[in-house]
T-cell receptor, first 114, second 114 residues
Framework: DAGVIQSPRHEVTEMGQEVTLRCKPISGHNSLFWYRQTMMRGLELLIYFNNNVPIDDSGMPEDRFSAKMPNASFSTLKIQPSEPRDSAVYFC????????????FGDGTRLSIL | SQKIEQNSEALNIQEGKTATLTCNYTNYSPAYLQWYRQDPGRGPVFLLLIRENEKEKRKERLKVTFDTTLKQSLFHITASQPADSATYLCALDGGSSNTGKLIFGQGTTLQVKP
């Protein structure tokens, strides 16, 4: 079975531009998580969805960040306008419903804002 | 607030020895704890889960212990191999075991030398 698929794998853009990161979760998984990973702060949860509904977005750094999940097989994380401090690796993960079920991660999008 | 601490210094060991990684937490009583492995340029991969009522869990050369009194988990790799070199992350459930939300430690990098 295909794992979590993220695109693009790498993105380099200039500050002020809009950035859209995409994620396709594993089929049958009903929870989806967006994380940001940096050397300084480690892996931080930004937002997560259950059954396509945002449950907790307290990790979203500011209004420049937004996430959507229009259906069970697709989610986007958008940054507008982007800033150099947004440079990081962004991961998407999905999981099946159930106590203790593990999260399955994509291989991330490495984002560089110049 | 919840805090998770993993040894930020890299752990260097000789092939064949047992590697022991530590995960300490404060201000929290998790229902379970998970361990993940992350290779460079890849997303974390789930390894093991241990619940609060379990003292120890094993999987092949891996062993995890969970001491809720000390608020500590130990992760052991016996007969370590160079292929075990990676960063290992511990994660606690984020308050409700049914949501699947996890809080991750910063990770410890293990280097196994031949």
């Amino acid at each position: 079975d295909a794992g979590v698929i993220q695109s693009p794998r790498h993105e380099v853009t200039e500050m002020g531009q809009e950035v859209t990161l995409r994620c396709k979760p594993i089929s049958g998984h009903n929870s989806l998580f967006w994380y940001r990973q940096t050397m300084m702060r480690g892996l931080e949860l930004l937002i997560y969805f259950n059954n396509n509904v945002p449950i907790d977005d307290s990790g979203m750094p500011e209004d420049r960040f937004s996430a959507k999940m229009p259906n069970a097989s697709f989610s986007t994380l958008k940054i507008q306008p982007s800033e150099p401090r947004d440079s990081a690796v962004y991961f998407c993960a999905s999981r099946k419903q159930g106590d203790g079920q593990p999260q399955h991660f994509g291989d991330g999008t490495r984002l560089s804002i110049l | 607030s919840q805090k998770i601490e993993q040894n930020s210094e890299a752990l260097n060991i000789q092939e064949g020895k047992t590697a022991t990684l530590t995960c300490n937490y404060t201000n929290y009583s998790p229902a379970y704890l998970q361990w993940y492995r992350q290779d460079p340029g890849r997303g974390p991969v789930f390894l093991l889960l241990i619940r609060e009522n379990e003292k120890e869990k094993r999987k092949e050369r891996l062993k995890v212990t969970f001491d809720t009194t000390l608020k500590q988990s130990l992760f052991h790799i016996t007969a370590s191999q160079p292929a075990d070199s990676a960063t290992y992350l511990c994660a606690l459930d984020g308050g409700s075991s049914n949501t699947g939300k996890l809080i991750f430690g910063q990770g410890t990098t293990l280097q196994v030398k031949p």
